[in-house]
């Protein structure tokens, strides 16, 4: 999140539900204030710290229902109250460590907002360090909650979920040092692009050989490499999976039984699954490829959006488990036909013609614009199969309704 990848502001100004990592706030001026509400900002601020980073929108308010959607933007003035020095030395004199945000400031429909994008911590969690009365208690570590409440850890295993983010932590950053070497010597980027083309390769064939179907469907492939190589524990990895999948009924993407199969092997884990022709594998260098040879009644635009949709989500929520925010992460999706098809009955595929999509964003901006990127994959996806435009703008407004309903 801290170089700022091309945040979309206007969905976060515009998207009306708050979550762990969103909140909004009605227009306000920093310098007229009271103590207490700027402690209140602080809680929200490190609560998301604390958590998986976040955005705080100033220039929303609720309705009457208490829905945040009247989206007023703040005044010229309010927006200049909003000083990184004054700011930063109120949090900075509350909490330890300096919590990592920056204020963006963007004109979304002609309407300005401030909107405080905060970073999870890289090292230790924030502990407040001086108190203000009803809205910060010193000594205590501030979370997120997916019921969009900024509060104190005070369970066992929310406190259990902070060191274990510390000693995660402490690997990357072992990581870090050691890739950097490696990069220094100008040989890090190569051999990270060599080796993940291989272990792809190398998964494919494993899976072909396995379900050797080649001649019947067509192949889909699902890849998510980093740019650089991150630390990965291959111990963590079915946990990080599991509590990275999109939740829905009937997943057009992994299913938690499918990761919950999964096996260890060496430098990765991995599932074949016995009834299905369906592979999964999860590398030590953070490549992960999805195989699957689906029927032919499978390969609609419906299911690829939804596809579409669970895959970005998973590759975001990696992201953000991982600590790997500020990483870029490239996705690949990719259907190759073993003979001529159609998609809907009405969009066809030449036989061995790759039909494919790419993107390349951080974990941080695939979490905060998942149907738009989603959409971007799925609408490549139909400029190569030439659907008419009033088609290809459709393709957000579905996925958007996908996960709204789940």
Known sequence: MSDMRSFDFAELVYRQVESDELDYKSAMSWRTMTRQERGKIVRHLTAFANTRGGFLVIGVSENASGVPCDCTGVTEEQSGSFDPTPVGDFINSHIEPAIDYTIERPLVDGKRYVIFVVRPFKKLPHVCCRG?????????????????????????????????????????????????????????????????????????????????????????????????????????????????????????????????????????????????????????????????????????LENLARFCAEAVAFAGGLGENFNWSTELLTLKIAVVPSRDMMIDGRYSIAAGKELSAEIERSAADLNSGRENHAARLLRRIGETLRLPDHQLDSFKESIRNFLERR
């Not at 205590?140 to 369970?155: D, L």
């Not at 039984?257 to 369906?278: H, I, Q, T």
Request: net charge positive.
């Open 132 to 300: 203000v009365e009803g809205e910060l208690q010193e000594g205590v570590f501030y979370i997120r909650t997916p019921e969009a409440s900024s509060r104190a850890a005070r369970r066992a295993h929310e406190m259990q979920e902070l060191l274990r983010r510390c000693m995660r932590n402490e690997r990357e950053e072992l990581g870090r040092v050691l890739r950097g070497i490696l990069y220094e010597t100008g040989q890090g980027a190569q051999m990270q692009s060599d080796r993940s083309s291989d272990l792809v390769l190398d998964a494919e064939r494993y899976f072909r050989k396995r379900k050797g179907r080649s001649g019947e469907l067509p192949l889909f492939k699902f890849v998510i490499i980093p740019e650089k190589t991150p630390a990965v524990c291959q111990e963590d990895i079915p946990e990080i999976m599991q509590k990275s999948l999109f939740s829905c009924a009937k997943p057009e993407f992994l299913a938690r039984e499918d990761v919950a199969a999964g096996k260890k092997s060496p430098g990765s884990w991995r599932f074949l699954a016995g009834n299905r022709a369906l592979l999964w594998q999860f590398f030590d260098n953070g490549v992960f490829c999805f195989l699957k040879y689906p029927h032919s009644d499978e390969l609609t």
